[in-house]
């Protein structure tokens, strides 16, 4: 009993009848994290492109901060140094030309290697068709047809000359032959640059064509003639 004449509770008077219930550290925070690796918690997190996007954009402002902290002038120095960074890039592009346009100015000469003749690359075309290689029969056979021609004068030689340069300049000597260079001209492209499989009947339009035009006369200019 108090001073004021009421009983006094004790701390035993709180307690209940069983012990106070506690967990250790470890099995709580395994407990914890079972519960926040449920799907339910993680619906709206950012996918893992946006996540790399976030990481690359806070990767560049950091870089972009600590060069401004060093370069003369800070941010404005930075950006100016950027902008001529940028003209002497475009003035270099400019000067010396697209990369791509030069590959496309090439991608389609009909010789790639040194001067062969004709006999070599019909010997070559033929080695290609007894091994089933027809499309580097049709190579070898279209490089054939026109360095025959050059060897008849009928073409002045030149390295850099297409398979369509050479079926055109060849078809005002051999007029009658006009249609069948096209389509040797355009066989030999696409499967050299476009990708298609040459078969045994294309090799073989092409070897007669070679012939025929091995037996052809070509029809003079008229000024030549004269």
Known sequence: MDASGGTALTPAAYATDGPPVTLPRVPAQEAAERELSRPAYHENDPGLLERALRAFWDWVGD???AASEVSPGGTPGLVAIVA????LIAALWWRLGTPRRSAAATAGTLFTEGPRSAADHRT???AHAAA????????????????SLEERTLLDPRPGRTADEAAAEAARTL?????DLRAAAREFDDVTYGGRTATPDAYARLRDLDTALARTTPTLPRAAHR
Do not use: F, I
């Not at 089933?132 to 360095?147: C, I, L, N, P, S």
């Open 63 to 65: 870089l972009l901060g």
């Open 84 to 87: 001529v960074a940028v003209l």
């Open 124 to 126: 070559a075309a033929e």
């Open 132 to 147: 089933g290689h027809w499309t580097e029969a049709v190579q070898e056979r279209m490089r054939a047809v026109v360095r």
């Open 175 to 179: 007029p009658a032959h006009t249609a």
